[in-house]
């Protein structure tokens, strides 16, 4: 596509649900971002992949957040047992080649709401 | 841990003013530091540097990097109030090499440029 595209771009769901955030990042870009992004604050990393698999996790504050991008091109975030912590703009991020930051093209966002 | 630190986290101005922001860093190996510009919720690329004291120029937009005393200035002259908006610093380790831990970025400085 011609940009980073994510959906939902609003997600609104009670404390408790399972929320699947989706991630098509631009088409030929081999690397792929994860951050979230709390209001006030910088983006803060997640995870990378690099083709199918997860390159580095050490960003998912814990077990309940679990990403997949099983093709090489679509990722999906899935937050399992959501808290109202979790609320922020989930913003993903793809560049063409692994490594090239300063290419990092960045989608609108999903803004999830936990109530 | 790397940390980057950005001041001012706010600033007002009048259209047609110069403004100077700034951004610190602590990084374990320096790869790279980057400026990006976040009016809604897309973060937009504006400058890479990875050498210090040579500026990278983009009409009103310059930006230099001190990699002695560890932190870049991001210069805007004769602001437009179509400049405000979020400007992030953030900066790349490069000890896990590949792109792996994504960038750390600073919290932004919030511009408003007024009429």
């Known amino acids: 596509g011609a940009g980073v595209s994510q959906t939902p771009s609003n997600k609104v769901t009670e404390k408790g649900k399972y929320v699947e955030l989706r991630c098509d990042p631009i088409?030929?870009?081999?690397?792929l971002y994860w951050y979230r992004q709390s209001l006030g604050q910088g983006p803060e990393f997640l995870i990378y992949?690099?083709?199918?698999?997860?390159?580095?996790d050490s960003g998912l504050p814990n077990d309940r957040f679990f990403a997949v991008r099983p093709e090489g091109s679509v990722s999906t975030l899935k937050i399992q047992r959501t808290e109202r912590g979790d609320s922020a703009v989930y913003l993903c991020?793809?560049?063409?080649?692994?490594?090239?930051?300063?290419?990092?093209?960045f989608g609108e966002g999903s803004r999830l709401t936990v109530l | 841990e790397d940390k980057v630190v950005q001041s001012p986290l706010s600033l007002v101005v009048h259209e047609g003013d110069t403004v100077t922001l700034n951004c610190s860093y602590e990084?374990?190996?320096?790869?790279?530091l980057l400026w990006y510009k976040q009016e809604k919720k897309a973060p937009t690329f504006l400058f890479m540097l990875?050498?210090?004291?040579i500026e990278k120029k983009s009409g009103r937009l310059s930006s230099i990097l001190d990699k002695k005393e560890l932190f870049s200035i991001l210069n805007i002259t004769a602001t437009q109030t179509g400049d405000s908006a979020v400007y992030l610093c953030?900066?790349?380790?490069?000890?896990?090499?590949?792109?792996?831990?994504?960038?750390?970025f600073g919290k932004g400085t919030h511009l408003i440029i007024q009429p």
């Open positions: 991020a793809s560049s063409k080649i692994a490594g090239a930051l300063g290419e990092l093209f």
């Open positions: 088409s030929g870009h081999t690397a």
């Open positions: 992949f690099q083709g199918t698999g997860a390159a580095d």
């Open positions: 990084v374990t190996n320096f790869r790279s």
């Open positions: 990875t050498s210090s004291g």
């Open positions: 953030a900066v790349e380790d490069g000890r896990s090499g590949g792109g792996a831990d994504g960038l750390t």
